[in-house]
């Protein structure tokens, strides 16, 4: 039971105070929060400290974090984030999502089949450049165009100049514009995986929770040129961990938040954009369970999924919960006004900035009636409908000009976007087929039989019958086909006679007319918009707020401290006491087992070990695997989790009086782990030096 | 965080619906609910099995249940429950409850000063003969002095026909009216107590919380003509202990629950009854807590009752944020609402019965304005002013006729007012000052210095002074004063020129005056409405609903099972193994440090062995110590507490899907301790036979 009256003096306190709270913030490396670092922390790190931390620090596109933690390119994530990797290397005889995984020579590490890792080398502020490319006076549709293009000429520019990844990236809903440069890393080898038992021990149920007890842990390899890849930036690693009330910063990549959106956004999301998307993914859910049933294999190859879609519904339901408290809504429209009138004091942007709330608020009129086609007109649920698509619009997009193509086929992104097409992951045709089938008959059921998508995908026939075809008779379950299709040109994809091709031409044209309707409606306004607001905010504010998560680096504060819940206290951390305690308690049942190894090796443990710990830092998903560092950028712990109290940070910061909390893996468990139960001495010697 | 949601769908699910829930109940053993056990568990036990339940179970007069666990007197409780013996019987060089204690042979157990226990031999229905002493028409003063009187008789005729002790309670508020005899050991020695810190691990913080990880346990054996009593009804000792799902019934004493009060009633407890027990207790605890900072021995010898404040307040605040949820007050409003509904279809009754709730309504109108004098005007705070209000109205009393007395000095009673009177239990004038000190200077801010209590106490002097030579001045710490001035008579009390009998005297025409209010506005108002309430009841639903709680035997069934939390499971069990997670994760710091015997023992202890336990039984406050047994009537575990979700309960019954439960020590964790780590053979023995 939380402390609902304490609830209540929170959210009385929040009402109208913009200011950045306690420990509040993902903040960008260019304007970390060295005030409230030296005030509240005593801590003043220098440049030097500040390089290191994000050159040590790592994205995975399979959505998460980690960091190097030796110069030979070893680096740690979650093994929930290297799950996709897992389950791409492992077969019906050898399941490494079960089994885990450690390579005792550098020969046995396992290539992942399609990981890319980036590392953030440079940064530059563009906004100037790319704001004033959009033309006064001019619609958001041309603004919007011209933004694009000068965005493809720096990008372009750029990897002319350094041959790095580049990407201009937007902060602020547009209020910023920065030039990215990420080293890229695609040859990543798996060390050390443990096993899914004890990486999620306690399933869907501990999800969420604390106290926990599981060891998230995965150790990747990064190669180049066939070697171990030289990283002087690593975070050393620390043998004793993270300890009660100290200083750590979280170095990682938080995909999404919503805080500076204005009320009429969080409105839509509430009423009808989180209600939708949980339909999406309950309805993919449903279908991977249904597979899952038919036998052993058959869990095993939708595991991974199932275990993601879970996790998503989970924190959906805890961030709707926060959106539906009214005075959740309360404090928004208190903090719109606040911002509003402050800005009524400077009349001359008032004029310029104050209408763009209203633009927003019209264009989101619109949306809900075009929400259910933007959601169910897609593949998405089979990853051959994935391909099919993507060959079809690459085909057509790149005969066009670098700077007139949808973003994610810009030249600076092709080589991203090719290592993933290619990869050669096993593809399962029957789980491909339940679940776009299943999702098929999601969207009739949703659309109607007349809708445009519909009607496109399935003609007069049945989904299951129209599926059935395409998955069983498309060869793009061939990497050497899809490589043919892919060069072969707009002909070789208009030509195409496989039948998921087929499915995909038909589709396509649908799915353009959405894209463009969605763009002009609200896209555009919403940049237009966006950039307006996010100046009135500057304008007022300064840049005293950390702008929304966008999946690029940032870096969280805070300490490692327990907090109170329900009249009584939970611990800042927990210990393998803990971890048989709650499989004991539970009679070893599902989720609720232990790999082998920990039944039988319980005696050679020290169990006061620490196992996991919550600390206070503002994290959201994304955040994953990140390093969790002291003040010497040790690394102390590894965030992979954070509690219910927390689930609707993505809406608001939430003070740590409230219990919120994220929750990582104590790197003196990882090592106690490695050391008596894992028999992996070459990796604690990589680790410790010893 | 609770999950509201199901809250909700709770409460409209038992709007109007009157019928007894899954589990609920504390039942009299007249009438247990034999046909909810055999329907839902199949249970179907004999008279043998329920008269062996009976009779191995006892109360014990401090406020607690136990039972008897060997032939030769042995029985078992909480350490909390025996907290106030083992305080007595500490001093400042071995305090018991710090230190804890094992008696290795008969000759060491150590006699407890004042406790009585009692086990309930026989009981008869004198309802008809009590309710038809009080003569139609006449008032309700009348009708309450009728009642008094044959009361009076049938307790005077019981003792001298049986010699035991006998005693009329009332049930559903005078409803029904039963004879209780009982069998009073009034020689209990100390056998066993565990450590505080291990009986009380977590301390407040871990009070009503659940995992919990306590070894609330004591063991004590009666005597009777100075040898072990032959208790040839006893629980048999379950070495396995409670384990998931199985069917479990606690036999025990509940102190009080208020679930068939009026609206009225209710309504008052919420808005003045409550807060101001809430102000009483505080200040108390304060007082306490002052004197506690002075020293380690002024801590030990305040610990107990600071304890038992802190104990009463968290539980207080936990019934009364119940009692304050709107749809709570919807619920009981409605269950009236059905009751006179239903009544109104009988309307011969309904005419007698109906005008009830209107009276008590009308009486309780009056409470208010009294409330604060009845609850100020006492001097309960010091052990002292107790013992000498006592005997300044036994004096009063004792000259009247057995049937006119105050209830508590009427002839069944007298036995166990002088034992508790006379009992050798150290003083400590230090505390007792302070304690009375803060207490009329609470009295004079809440009353204000022209009250009649206050002025009768302290006339124009300051409560510090009066108070000070009062309880340095008096004789009243020496029995053998005290025993004087009980057979000394109304003389030697009115001659007295004790300074703390003399501030008693002068108090106690006061205390007298506003009991005769209360008795005249309410109790007897009660009474008579109550009798007409219950009986419309019974008029309505029959014999289904169990009676309010009132400190004698009960008995409640459920079975051992977890529950949901903030989306996660919560075990039925702990384990040692959790004793020392919780332990090592707040680093040792109180109150989750551990005994001496407990750190040192720690590779001794088989740390997968159960230590607490949660099932559903209906249980409150009164049952710490009840014996938790299974189908066979052996002890499977101790009642010692009840989790958060479940401390409203005084109020309704709370469903098990809402994660309502009782918590006990598990037998198996109990053996565990006394085997590996107190080196207690004869115990065991006498407890399994081995």
Chains 1, 2 share one sequence.
Not at 263 to 276: E, F, H, T
Not at 277 to 289: G, H, M, S
Request: glycine fraction near 8%; charged fraction near 25%; charge should be neutral.
């Amino acid at each position: 039971m939380k402390k609902i009256s304490t609830l209540l003096v929170l959210f009385s306190f929040l009402i109208s105070t913009p200011a950045a709270f306690a420990d509040e913030g993902m903040w960008t490396f260019d304007n970390p929060p060295l005030k409230q670092w030296k005030e509240r922390y005593n801590f003043e790190p220098t440049k030097e400290w500040l390089d290191n931390v994000r050159l040590a620090s790592v994205r995975l596109n399979d959505g998460g974090s980690g960091g190097f933690v030796s110069p030979n390119g070893l680096l740690v994530t979650n093994q929930h984030v290297a799950a996709g990797q897992l389950q791409k290397l492992s077969t019906k005889e050898n399941d490494l999502t079960k089994n885990g995984f450690y390579a005792r020579s550098r020969g046995e590490e396992l290539k992942a089949p399609d990981l890319e890792v980036n590392v953030l080398v440079s940064f530059e502020n563009v906004t100037e450049r790319v704001q004033s490319a959009a033309q006064a006076g001019g619609s958001d549709k041309a603004a919007s165009e011209q933004r694009k293009a000068v965005i493809a000429q720096i990008e372009k520019e750029s990897i002319e100049k350094t041959g790095l990844k580049s990407d201009v990236v937007s902060f602020y809903s547009g209020g910023e514009y920065w030039l990215y440069r990420h080293k890229k890393y695609t040859d990543i080898r798996l060390v050390f995986a443990a096993e899914e038992q004890i990486a999620f021990f306690g399933g869907d149920y501990d999800n969420f929770t604390f106290p926990r007890h599981d060891l998230d842990v995965t150790f990747l390899r990064a190669y180049e040129n066939g070697q171990p890849a030289k990283t002087p930036n690593f975070f050393k690693w620390s043998e004793t961990g993270a300890t009660d009330g100290e200083f750590v910063v979280a170095s990682g990549s938080p995909g999404s938040t919503a805080r500076l959106l204005t009320v009429a956004q969080l409105a839509y999301q509430r009423d009808v954009g989180n209600p939708l998307q949980k339909q999406v993914w309950t309805a993919r859910l449903n279908a991977l369970e249904s597979y899952s049933k038919l036998g052993a294999e058959q869990a095993r190859q939708a595991g991974g999924a199932m275990r993601s879609f879970s996790n998503s519904l989970k924190r959906l339901t805890g961030q709707q919960d926060g959106l539906l408290m009214p005075r959740m809504f309360a404090k928004k429209e208190a903090e719109e006004k606040t911002l509003k009138d402050e800005l009524a004091k400077k009349p001359a942007l008032q004029k310029i900035y104050a209408p763009a709330w209203e633009q927003i608020s019209v264009a989101y009129g619109g949306l809900p009636a075009m929400a259910k086609r933007l959601a169910f007109s897609n593949l998405a649920a089979a990853r051959l409908g994935t391909i099919a698509l993507q060959l079809v619009r690459y085909s057509a997009e790149i005969k066009k000009p670098n700077d007139r193509r949808y973003d994610e086929f810009r030249d600076s992104r092709l080589e991203s976007f090719k290592f993933g097409l290619l990869s050669p992951a096993p593809i399962y045709p029957e789980l491909e087929e339940t679940a776009l089938t299943a999702w098929l008959a999601e969207g009739v059921k949703t659309l109607g039989a007349n809708d445009p998508f519909v009607k496109a995908a399935l003609g007069d026939a049945d989904a299951a019958e129209v599926v059935k075809r395409a998955v069983r008779e498309t060869k793009l379950k061939d990497v050497a086909f899809r490589k043919s299709l892919l060069e072969g040109g707009a002909d070789a994809i208009a030509n195409s006679t496989d039948p998921m091709i087929m499915l995909a031409r038909r589709v396509e044209p649908i799915i353009r007319e959405l894209r463009a309707l969605n763009e002009e409606k609200i896209l555009n306004v919403e940049s237009s918009a966006g950039e307006k607001i996010a100046k009135a905010r500057f304008a007022v504010y300064g840049r005293t707020i950390a702008p929304d998560a966008n999946f690029n680096l940032r870096i969280s504060y805070g300490k490692v401290k327990g907090y109170e819940e329900d009249t009584t206290l939970v611990p800042y951390k927990t210990t393998f006491f803990g971890l048989y305690d709650r499989a004991e308690s539970f009679g070893e049942k599902p989720p609720y087992d232990l790999p082998v190894r920990y039944k039988n090796g319980r005696d050679k443990l020290d169990l006061s070990t620490p196992l996991n710990f919550v600390y206070t830092a503002d994290t959201i998903g994304g955040n994953s695997g990140s390093p969790v560092i002291n003040r010497s950028a040790e690394l102390v712990g590894l965030n992979f989790d954070s509690n219910i109290q927390k689930l609707s940070n993505r809406y608001w910061y939430i003070e740590e009086n409230e219990g919120s909390r994220a929750v990582a893996v104590h790197s003196a468990g990882i090592l106690e782990a490695l050391r008596k139960l894992y028999d992996a001495p070459e990796l604690v010697r990589e680790l410790t030096g010893k």
